[in-house]
């Protein structure tokens, strides 16, 4: 694990850090009806933490960018960040609201419902850093796209993507579900701005109209989006080979999915991969490595 820490093996991060609260019940209560949890869980979340938490592991360098409350569950976030080897120097603290958290309701049968507010996520503002410091803090930039359904945000993505596009850096988004349904005309103006761009087939289809994930990411690249990797679930993921549409199976992992940890597994299983063949050289202790992850990923999921 002594792999080299430096500017060719680094990422700039900027997302949302949430508190994940999971309650696991037999089954959902009826209308006003009471349902009474075991026991309350409490995770660490968002997608930008999920990814730095995925990411930091595998010896990059990871600098995540955004904001939690003044609170104790910024508190529990910014230290597993910081004992992770995340770079949270950028992230900020913001007054204006409590740090962001979901609630998630999980069945006997693994379905999760989500309830919960960005909180302070949507109240990021613009770091106290120069420009040269932007373009050389990291090798490439990976952005959400839930950082643009407010101003103050959207405002700082943006500036992150003029500033690594300027010095020739590639920038990657994830998009999420709920910026698909609030702002679909912004995501898709957006596709030709980015150079990875990660999508699940629910997204893409309340972007597109199209049910067929074939069908979408065609219409994507007629968007002007560059490289797509577009998450199957368990069938893995759809990315272009030459022009060529091909389904890569994901590899096996014993995980137990109660929350958002699938985000962690998203990118470590599809993006990490996918980034290191764009941004990094491949070491000679990768299999080693990638059997490590392997078990990192089933132990953070299960909240080890």
């Known amino acids: 694990m002594g792999r080299k820490k430096d500017s060719a093996s680094s990422l700039l991060i900027f997302g949302d850090l949430n508190i ?24 660490c979340g968002g997608v930008g933490a999920n990814c730095a938490l995925a990411l930091a592991p595998w010896g990059i360098k990871v600098r995540l960018l955004g904001c939690v409350g003044q609170d104790r569950f910024g508190d529990l976030l910014l ?3 910081r004992k992770t080897g995340v770079d949270i120097g950028g992230v900020q603290r913001s007054s204006r609201a409590l740090t962001g958290m979901l609630y998630i309701n999980v069945t006997r049968d693994g379905q999760r419902t989500f309830f919960g507010s960005r909180g302070a996520n949507q109240f990021m503002g613009p770091p106290k850093v120069p420009a040269s410091w932007l373009r050389s803090c990291a090798a490439a930039a990976h952005l959400v796209g839930y ?4 101003p103050g945000p959207e405002k700082m993505a943006r500036r992150i993507l003029r500033q690594f596009h300027s010095c020739g850096k590639l920038v990657s988004l994830d998009v999420g579900m709920e910026p698909c349904k609030r702002i679909p005309k912004k995501i898709l103006r957006l596709l030709p701005q ?6 699940s087939s629910d997204e893409a289809a309340s972007l597109t109209g199209k049910s067929n994930p074939r069908e979408a990411f065609l219409r994507f690249e007629r968007a002007g989006a560059k490289e797509i990797v577009m998450k199957l679930g ?3 993921c759809l990315i272009s080979d030459g022009g060529i549409l091909r389904e890569v199976p994901s590899f096996a992992v014993r995980v137990v999915d109660s929350s958002s940890r699938r985000h962690f597994c998203r990118h470590a299983c599809a993006g990490g991969p996918h980034a290191r063949r764009h941004l990094w050289p491949m070491p000679p202790e990768q299999p ?14 299960r909240g080890l």
Do not use: Y
């Open 194 to 199: 980015v150079d990875l761009l990660f999508v």
């Open 147 to 150: 950082s643009f359904l407010n």
């Open 20 to 43: 994940d609260m999971i309650g696991r019940v037999d089954e959902w209560p009826a209308p006003g009806g009471e349902c009474l949890c075991p026991q309350l869980e409490l995770h």
């Open 234 to 236: 368990k069938r893995g």
């Open 79 to 81: 230290d597993t960040l």
């Open 288 to 301: 080693r490595r990638r059997a490590w992850g392997r078990e990192r990923c089933c132990r953070i999921s």
